[in-house]
């Protein structure tokens, strides 16, 4: 590159191409896809320089992130560690849990920075989670999906289990609370009431629960003998639990926002003695692998 690059508004193909270090027939599959800042003039591709860079920088175009920039919100799926995590460590954001499909939805309307959930693949493979939800949705975007923690799913009862409830299979003519569709534990919870040839229509369900601790307190108040839920939560409250699957639970992030403070701030109280203690609290909660990379958009 030349240093009369540094004046110029505009870089040429060639100039882009030796910048990017790539060969100028792939910088134009970038133009053909609209995947790179450039305009045409008088038959030739030109390239904005500071748009350029911007794009280089963040993966956005500028105009695109000027007009759609993203609330500091962590919507999608309620984890009560991470409701904690988010508190403790004043780190600004705000939250907006509504299940894990809400929340994609969310994220996609550029209404949140980050997303939670623990989506179950029902249909290729039963023990793989949210990956499949989230690749070809947002293979283009400018996002990453990282291990928040595994959790124990399972039924919440009353202490001491007075019904004797040992799997979904018990439920039918009980008083059951649910969680709302599109729900990372209610995907998980009516995969389970299929695998025993069971369906909602088949339950007697007394409520619906938007949050984890919403199913708490309807097994706590007699509303319902058994509800969907984590094993930690469960105990905390006293309950009784019924164990059913494992789960991995996970936060897609815009990659741009993982590098603001908001997102800083978070993460780096993950690595605090205070949140490794409290997160030993919770029982069926495994966050050795928190913060790991489990896809690339």
């Not at 007009?67 to 991470?82: E, I, K, Q, Y």
């Not at 649910?178 to 919870?189: C, H, S, V």
């Not at 936060?251 to 603001?260: G, P, Q, T």
């Amino acid at each position: 590159m030349n240093s009369g690059l540094d004046t110029t508004e505009f870089l040429t193909t060639k100039e882009v191409a030796e910048l990017l270090r790539i060969k100028e027939r792939k910088l134009y599959d970038l133009v053909s896809a609209q995947e790179i800042p450039c305009v045409k003039a008088t038959g030739k591709l030109l390239f904005p320089k500071a748009e350029l860079l911007h794009w280089i920088r963040t993966g956005e175009f500028l105009s695109e992130s000027k007009s759609t920039a993203r609330l500091n919100v962590l919507a999608g799926s309620h984890d009560p560690l991470l409701e904690w995590a988010i508190r403790e460590s004043g780190c600004g954001l705000a939250m907006q849990f509504d299940g894990s499909l809400s929340g994609l939805d969310v994220f996609e309307n550029h209404g949140a920075v980050a997303t939670g959930l623990h989506v179950l693949n029902v249909n290729t493979n039963p023990t793989a989670w949210n990956t499949h939800a989230v690749q070809t949705r947002f293979a283009t975007s400018n996002v990453v999906l990282v291990h928040w923690a595994m959790r124990q799913q399972g039924l919440i009862v009353p202490h001491g289990n007075p019904k004797q409830i040992n799997s979904v299979a018990n439920l039918p003519a009980l008083k059951i609370a649910t969680r709302q569709a599109g729900a990372g534990g209610m995907i998980l919870f009516e995969h389970l009431l299929h695998t025993h040839g069971l369906d909602l229509a088949a339950l007697n369900v007394s409520e619906t629960c938007r949050t984890e601790n919403d199913t708490i307190a309807a097994v706590a108040s007699g509303k319902a003998d058994a509800a969907p839920g984590l094993q930690a939560l469960a105990l905390q409250f006293g309950l009784g639990f019924v164990p059913t699957q494992q789960e991995n639970f996970d936060l897609m992030v815009c990659r741009k926002a993982w590098f603001e403070p908001p997102f800083q701030t978070l993460i780096q109280f993950t690595n605090s003695s205070e949140f490794k203690k409290k997160a030993q609290q919770f029982e069926g909660y495994n966050t050795t692998a928190l913060g790991t990379v489990v896809w690339n958009s």
